[in-house]
Nanobody, 122 residues
């Protein structure tokens, strides 16, 4: 069983930045695909960004050019750097892991964190 713990959420003004972190337990983190997802009130959970074990990344169109996902395998950690934040980025952000390193989507993730709240004020 892999445990994922997110941190770094909070309240920020529009145009500001936050960096989310997700630390994973286990010894095979480097083999996992990792993703950041978000869910806003009344909306479905959506993929924000993902990174596979080889470093290939993907982003939602709404965050391209503003968010950057990265990973440090030696620390079992994946990051989401969020710049130029907008009120519509307000959501609970979840970290997720896929043991099989599939193309990243909510359907392929095996493990989920509990989420961290990001609130962007206008």
């Amino acid at each position: 069983q892999v445990q994922l713990v997110e941190s770094g959420g909070g309240l920020v003004q529009a145009g500001g930045s936050l960096r989310l972190s997700c630390v994973a337990s286990g010894r095979t983190f480097s083999n996992y695909a990792m993703g950041w997802f978000r869910q806003a009130p009344g909306k479905e959970r959506e993929l924000v960004a993902g990174i596979r074990s080889g470093g290939t990344t993907k982003y939602a169109d709404s965050v391209k050019g503003r968010f950057t996902i990265s990973r440090v395998n030696a620390k079992n950690t994946v990051y989401l750097q969020m710049n130029s934040l907008k009120p519509e980025d307000t959501a609970v952000y979840y970290c997720a892991a896929d043991r099989e390193n599939n193309d990243i989507s909510s359907k392929t993730m095996d493990y989920w964190g509990k989420g961290t709240l990001v609130t962007v004020s206008s």
